[in-house]
């Protein structure tokens, strides 16, 4: 079965570094999202992108965060200057439809392992 | 915000019993799904419902979703240790950007 697979697996970083997750998505996906969980917190939402272009971005995903899709089939999350409240969990997720409209196919995510962060 | 907020915010019970879930969301939708999180892992769907249905089934599954109310509700019938997971629902909004956007979970212990 298709899979978004995300690397690291774990990173270690000091605060003030940049720190760049990469994700391979499902290849006929269309649809990219960045999300974040805080240890034992709730999943909370960074960005979209759709048609290489940055679709909706949550207030965390400030000018420190950018995303990009350099190739076609890498989706990175770039934070360009950790801060301590940076550790986290972040999920990579992609869709094949946007969920939008009565004839859309359904919005379903599929989520990779996560990239844990922690920042010291 | 149209997160859904799922309660209880944890459940207990003993494997054979059944486990039930709410979320409540804010906004129109277009569809609500579920979807399972086994400790630090990524999340995995369970299943969907679309805003015109009211009821949906999959195995021991079953969701309902009641609009007028802003509310859906995941039924998990003869637990099983193995259903151990916190459960979340998510909802996507009908304009703006594509985002879903995820309840604050369920987390269940099933004792075997």
């Known amino acids: 079965e298709p899979e978004v697979t995300q690397t690291p697996s774990h990173q270690v970083t000091q605060m003030g570094q940049e720190v760049i997750l990469r994700c391979v998505p499902i290849?006929?996906?269309?649809?990219f999202y960045w999300y974040r969980q805080i240890l034992g917190q709730k999943v909370e939402f960074l960005v979209s992108?759709?048609?290489?272009?940055?679709?909706?971005k949550s207030e965390i995903f400030d000018d420190q965060f950018s995303v990009e899709r350099p190739d076609g089939s890498n989706f990175t999350l770039k934070i360009r200057s950790t801060k301590l409240e940076d550790s986290a969990m972040y999920f990579c997720?992609?869709?094949?439809?946007?969920?939008?409209?009565?004839?859309?196919?359904?919005?379903?995510?599929?989520f990779g392992a996560g990239s844990r962060l922690t920042v010291l | 915000s149209q997160q859904g907020e799922e309660d209880p915010q944890a459940l207990s019970i003993q494997e054979g019993e059944n486990a039930t879930m709410n979320c409540s969301y804010k906004t129109s939708i277009n569809n609500l799904q579920w979807y399972r999180q086994n400790s630090g892992r990524g999340l995995v769907h369970l299943i969907l419902?679309?805003?015109?249905?009211r009821e949906k089934h999959s195995g021991r599954l079953r969701v309902t979703l009641d609009t007028s109310k802003k509310s859906s509700s995941l039924l998990i019938t003869a637990s099983r240790a193995a259903d151990t997971a916190s459960y979340f629902c998510?909802?996507?909004?009908?304009?703006?950007?594509?985002?879903?956007?995820f309840g604050a979970g369920t987390r269940l212990f099933v004792k075997a």
């Open positions: 290849s006929n996906h269309l649809y």
């Open positions: 419902i679309r805003s015109n249905e």
């Open positions: 998510a909802t996507a909004g009908n304009t703006g950007g594509f985002k879903t956007i």
């Open positions: 997720a992609s869709s094949e439809f946007s969920g939008r409209g009565e004839i859309s196919g359904a919005n379903v995510l599929t």
């Open positions: 992108f759709y048609n290489n272009e940055i679709s909706e």
